[in-house]
């Protein structure tokens, strides 16, 4: 595998397999990579015939108070990750490069309305860095496909809103979120949790689930399910943020006739802000 650190170098890099009509598959990460992270790599190389990994803890995503400076950087076992599984390019570029001096004054890529919802609400300007790092990497490297995890689902729906309105020739591919035994979705962010606070994690996925079963079963007062949800996290050393039962394409609150749904939630555990969902269609409406 190739470590590339600078722009240039990697559109002269990428040039020839663009000209052989190679097909170019990117994955953009925050690195400290596991096994979700491994399924994407693994999908892009299903789906592409070169893989490009980015790693970029990007600044603009991050809140005044969340943790920029703490995030797990991990690059040297990354690398030995990525290698191993047969990833063509590692784009690891500094923050310089891809912002210069003054990442204040970057032109923003916004998608409004969705960017505003559920986790926009209580990181304000999150989505905006998203998708502002996003479509530049989409156009550094000008993947045919990119491949996003779905534990980010309301991330995953606004990348594809955004690829739609600015018409960027790009396949998207949503991939499954990858669990650990109790069910707790994989997070680089798990890192931060002590043991105890990891069993009490796993909550989050067992209230989802069950909210789940209950309207797949037939309950429609989807009010009343969310506050019973809410209710059942909240416990010591667990605070919910929000959990929507919503629209899996609109990701507007679900209503009676909704069949495709997406079950949102937040809670923080200890000081760790975790997220997680489960999506399903009901068979017969
Ligand atoms: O999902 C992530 O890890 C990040 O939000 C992404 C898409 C790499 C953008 O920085």
Redesign the pocket.
Known sequence: MQTVTTINELRQYLLPHRQAQQKIGLV???GNLHQGHLNLVSAALDHSDIVVTSI?V?PL?FGPNEDLASYPRTLDRDTEQLTKLGCHYLFAPGETELYGTNSSTQTLVQVPELSRLYCGVSRPGHFDG?TT??SKLFNIVQPDIAC??LK?YQ?FIIIESMVNDLAFPIELIGVEIAREESGLAMSSRNNYLSPQETEIAANLNRVLESIAAQIQQGARQFGPLQNQAIAELDSPGMQPDYFVICDAHSLLPAVDCTTHFAILAAATVGSTRLIDNVRFQLDSQ
Do not use: E, I, K
Request: zero cysteines; aromatic letters at 16%.
């Open positions: 953009p990460t925050m970029f990007n995503q998203v790092v996003v996003f995890g980010d991330q």
